[in-house]
């Protein structure tokens, strides 16, 4: 068990510009959260996954933003067109059904932080 | 709907200080989960503590402890004999049972420790 590892670390991109980030969650994980953060803020829902399905997408998930879980292993979140709002931190996180998981059971990655300039 | 609210924003004391990190939160559920997180510089949020809605025992790690009062909704955090490396956001969070298990974060408190 490595935890949860999201990549790249940081990510400097030009506005307008794509980007994806990828996270690999805990293998036996079969639920995969995409959170963001902005300074000064606590994590923000995104969008989750169980397994390979997408089950709930917040409103701050516009249409230039899209997530993907196939086969129900790593995640990716892709940003279309780039826009200086979207720095921000994303962290995802994963989670197991099973009762008595730890800490039933959210576990965190690193985090990718995007800059857009 | 879920709401977690940490009134403070920023908490400065000095090293071997008592401090308690204040979390009042919202739900309709009667069966809820709440969280503690930490989050050093690094930025990964690392889990602490989750407490069932239905077990009101208070709870101690070390130097950390945890005060759940449900007549109040409030899950207070207290680091006792505070140390440098404490220094961190720290985040409450909630998720009602059932449904989506998504949680909840507050919009954290950063704890400086100075030495």
């Known amino acids: 068990d490595t935890g949860v590892s999201q990549d790249p670390r940081h990510k400097i991109t030009k506005r307008g510009q794509n980007v994806t980030f990828r996270c690999d969650p805990i293998?036996?994980?079969?639920?995969l959260y995409w959170y963001r953060q902005t300074l000064g803020q606590g994590p923000e829902f995104l969008t989750y996954?169980?397994?390979?399905?997408?089950?709930?997408k917040s409103r701050l998930l516009s249409d230039r933003f899209s997530a993907e879980r196939p086969k129900g292993s790593f995640s990716t979140l892709e940003i279309q067109r780039t826009e200086q709002g979207d720095s921000a931190m994303y962290l995802c996180?994963?989670?197991?059904?099973?009762?008595?998981?730890?800490?039933?059971?959210?576990?965190f990655g690193s985090g990718t932080r995007l800059t857009v300039v | 709907a879920q709401k977690v609210t940490q009134a403070q924003t920023e908490i400065s004391v000095v090293e071997k200080e008592d401090v308690t990190l204040d979390c009042v939160y919202e739900?309709?559920?009667?069966?809820?989960?709440l969280f503690w997180y930490k989050q050093p510089p690094s930025g990964e949020l690392v889990f602490l503590i989750r407490?069932?809605?239905?077990?009101?025992q208070n709870e101690i790690s070390g130097r950390y402890s945890w005060n759940f009062q449900k007549s109040t909704s409030s899950f207070n955090f207290t680091i006792t004999a505070s140390q440098v490396v404490d220094s961190a956001v720290y985040f409450c969070?909630?998720?009602?049972?059932?449904?989506?298990?998504?949680?909840?974060f507050g919009r954290g408190t950063s704890l400086i420790v100075h030495p």
């Open positions: 996180a994963s989670s197991s059904l099973l009762q008595g998981g730890s800490n039933y059971g959210y576990t």
């Open positions: 293998s036996e994980h079969n639920r």
């Open positions: 996954f169980q397994n390979e399905a997408q089950l709930e």
């Open positions: 739900t309709r559920d009667t069966t809820y989960y």
């Open positions: 407490r069932n809605s239905f077990d009101e």
């Open positions: 969070a909630l998720r009602e049972s059932g449904g989506s298990y998504i949680p909840t």
